[in-house]
């Protein structure tokens, strides 16, 4: 446990219509693997989905209905957090409503719902988010005028709220309050929301609208309303598709666009002002990846991360400088970089490729986020949006998980016993926590019931249970905030163990505090110390790692040296006597070692201890307890020499559990053997396996705890399976799962 993940930060662009409704869908486990912040811009508020840590959302502007999310009817002028929402993959915002599409299918809405826009059976606005009910395997969310609908993995869809245009599409003008299903609405790969009708993209390119469409919006070459999907007119190779208040635009493959409806304004940007009941193409608008309609003008992005607009422009909305609407797409000034982009009932805003927001228009609500309630018709910059933040290195414990993020700082989930989450309390929590007053650090590693970061500048703190000094300080007491390890200095890694921690220094040398009945610090005697001590013998450490009882250190030279508990051969040596000083693993069978690992079972005296190294070629070795077959070489056979991995090829990686062992390979494969009482294994099953079986794939960096385990995937997400009982997964619940399942909360 506690090995430290790199990773990639990988920048990728997604688009929104108006209302947030998503430029395309793609499946539930993609969709939420893409990892990237969208914007969402309402009716005269906005919101961002944050990319990583917490997939949480903020928001700003008017809050009369609570559609800013966080407990209040108060307007804010600057982003405030949505509160209690974690794992969204998707944001909205309508009218005066807002939504979001959770990880696991579900939604939360939140705002106005006076129609029943916020689907969960009531009319009762809510200030902050409410569950919508019975919605589930949701791909895609849009919020519209007083109406919402969802997009389903099977490409049907569901709306609920106001209905007296049909808007909902369920054959009736009856408003629900909860989702109904769309009629003869198959194949769908997008929804969009506009304020009184709605629209589908289709699998083949196609396109269908219903509801309101007095001005054409429904793009079927009649002004009759339709409570039912009707055809758009001659749209073929459409990708991504908007509903704004009366007009609806597609943006086409060849990156043309096209809309339809009302043109009172110019909203469709076709050079004219005359309205038009089936799609027209936007004038000399060419490259566009992403479209969004508005209440009466209209928005592309461009692919060189430009953006340009058309229609009303009688408050600046479209972003060039003036007030002079336009029937012809304009250059939104001053804007470079863009990755998304939405527009509102009468502003805009854009997503900017660096996590940053730009937004101009009105202003009188606080919408564009500046801080000020000044209008302005170029783009001004988002005040004090949270910066976002990624997992780059998770650490599994007893029943808490934490993670360093690319910020420097830490969070932690589970159970919180001791203070193990270290952030000032005991309480447990099933969603991340930031551990207090932690900053510039480089690497974290999380203990049987505490957790120890190193920093930056070669010190250490640690927090959590301290019963045998195991924090380092001085003090056998427990701690719930971080405290300084005494004398630590230098230090290059760090492993919290059992009931002890472990450093390694910058001049090869390693130190211990801690638990030490069965010589478990490696200075040659059993007292137990609260300050750290020089483990004798070993120079040209790289490497440490501390099991239950048990600790080794890689060596420089491919060798590996262990200390400690050693009744069923943990310390590799060829006996299963103790030693409270390090003894060689046994030559013979371990050389050219890159990498090494010390379990951590948990149980008493380390019942199931074993260890584990990974070679220089891509196999490793494994020795001690073999209870369940955790040294993966086919037997249940315990080992005081390290056997060969079965089968094992391509590893860049190893890392020991409770009772059970992983190893990421070079192709992005993991791989698990062992105990698989609590689907720790993560291949789906509960069964043990003495040889290495498939746990996943994408797969770049892997942690295992006792009895769960979580990955970073090669999009710098976290994804985790095995025991989930005390929220260590830290995705707002307490559900396990016997495969990788994606976690947003890191």
Same mark, same amino acid.
């Given at each position: ?45 906005? $919101? ?47 009218? =005066? ?101 709605? $629209? ?55 990156? &043309? ?118 209008? @302005?018709?170029?783009? +001004?910059?988002?005040?004090? !949006? ?12 007893? =029943? ?6 690319? #910020? ?45 970061? !190193?920093?930056? #500048? ?33 230090? +290059? ?8 921690? $472990? ?14 009945? @069965? ?5 040659? %005697?059993?007292?137990?110390a609260s300050t750290p001590v020089a483990v004798s013998g070993v120079t040209n450490a790289v490497a440490i790692s501390a099991g239950y009882g048990d600790s080794c250190a890689l060596m420089a030279n491919g060798t590996a040296k262990c200390w400690g508990w050693n009744q069923y051969g943990q310390l590799g040596n060829g006996t299963t006597s103790n030693s409270a000083t390090p003894t060689p693993v046994a ?47 086919? %037997? ?28 990421? !390979? ?51 997400? +976290? ?24 976690? &947003?909360?890191?």
């Open positions: 446990m506690g090995r430290v993940w790199l990773a990639c930060l990988l920048v990728m662009a997604t688009t929104g219509a108006w209302a947030g409704g998503p430029a395309a869908a793609a499946s539930h486990r993609a969709g939420a693997r893409a990892g990237t912040p969208t914007i969402a811009v309402g009716g005269t508020h906005s $919101c961002v989905l944050m990319a990583q840590t917490n997939r949480t959302a903020e928001c700003w502007g008017l809050n009369s209905s609570g559609q800013l999310g966080n407990g209040t009817t108060t307007n804010s002028s600057t982003p405030v957090i949505v509160t209690g929402l974690l794992n969204a993959v998707a944001i909205t915002a309508g009218t =005066a409503h807002s939504c979001a599409l959770i990880s696991n299918g579900t939604a939360k809405c939140w705002g106005d719902n006076s129609s029943g826009q916020l689907g969960n059976g009531t009319t009762t606005s809510s200030s902050t988010p409410v569950m919508v009910s019975g919605l589930f395997n949701a791909v895609a969310i849009s919020a519209g005028g007083s109406h919402s609908c969802a997009l389903l993995a099977n490409g049907f869809a569901r709306c609920w709220g106001l209905n007296s245009s049909g808007q909902l599409g369920s054959g009736t003008t009856t408003s629900s309050s909860t989702p109904v299903t769309v009629t003869a609405l198959t194949s769908a790969v997008a929804i969009t929301a506009g304020t009184a009708h709605s $629209c589908a993209l289709i699998s083949n390119g196609t396109a269908k609208c219903w509801g309101e469409n007095s001005s054409g919006q429904l793009g079927n070459g009649t002004t009759t309303s339709s409570s039912t999907p009707v055809v758009v007119t001659g749209l073929l190779n459409a990708v991504a598709i908007s509903a704004g208040g009366s007009q609806s635009c597609a943006l086409l493959a060849n990156g &043309f666009a096209k809309c339809w409806g009302d043109n009172s304004s110019g909203q469709l940007g076709n050079g004219t002002l005359t309205n038009s009941s089936t799609p027209v193409t936007v004038t000399a608008l060419t490259s566009a990846v992403a479209i969004t309609a508005g209440t009466a003008h209209s928005c592309a992005l461009l692919a060189n991360g430009t953006a340009k607009c058309w229609g009303d422009n009688s408050s600046g909305q479209l972003g060039n400088g003036t007030t002079t609407s336009s029937s012809t797409p304009v250059v939104v000034t001053g804007l470079l970089n863009a990755v998304a982009i939405s527009a509102g009932t009468a502003h805009s805003c854009a997503l900017v490729a660096n996590g940053t927001a730009k937004c101009w228009g009105p202003n009188r609500s606080g919408q564009l986020g500046n801080g000020t309630t000044t209008s @302005s018709p170029t783009p +001004v910059v988002v005040s004090g !949006l949270s910066p976002d933040t990624t997992a780059i290195a998770f650490s599994g414990g007893a =029943a808490h998980s934490c993670a360093l993020l690319d #910020n420097g700082t830490a969070l932690c989930s589970g159970s919180n016993a001791q203070g193990r989450l270290g952030n000032g309390t005991t309480t447990n929590s099933n969603s991340p926590v930031t551990v207090s007053g932690l900053t510039n650090l480089v690497a974290i590693s999380a203990g049987s019931e505490h957790s120890c970061a !190193l920093l930056a #500048n070669g010190t250490a703190k640690c927090w959590g249970y301290n019963g045998f000094g195991e924090l380092g300080n001085g003090t056998t007491t427990d701690s719930s905030t971080p405290v300084a390890v005494m004398g630590l200095t230098n230090a +290059v890694a760090i492993s919290a163990g059992g009931f002890h921690s $472990c450093a390694v220094l910058a001049n090869g040398t390693a130190k211990c505090w801690g638990y030490n009945l @069965s010589g478990d610090l490696g200075n040659g %005697t059993t007292a137990h030559v013979s069978s371990l050389t050219g070692a890159v990498g090494i690992s010390a379990g951590d079972d948990g149980f008493p005296n380390g019942a199931f201890d074993h260890s584990c190294a990974l070679l220089a070629n891509g196999t490793a070795k494994c020795w001690g307890s073999n209870t369940s077959g955790q040294l993966g070489n086919g %037997t249940t056979t315990n080992s005081s020499t390290p056997v060969a991995v079965s089968g094992l090829t391509g590893a860049a990686a190893i890392e020991l559990g409770g009772v059970y062992s992983c190893a990421v !390979l070079a192709n992005s494969t993991a791989k698990c053997w062992g105990s698989n009482t609590a689907g720790q294994l993560g291949n789906g099953t509960i069964t043990s396996s003495s040889t290495p079986v498939v746990a996943g794939s994408n797969i770049v960096a892997i942690n295992a705890g006792f009895y769960h385990s979580c990955a970073l995937t090669d999009d710098s997400h +976290v994804e985790c399976w095995g025991s989930n009982t005390s929220g260590q997964y830290g995705d707002g619940g307490t559900d396990s799962h016997g495969v990788p399942f994606p976690i &947003f909360a890191w």
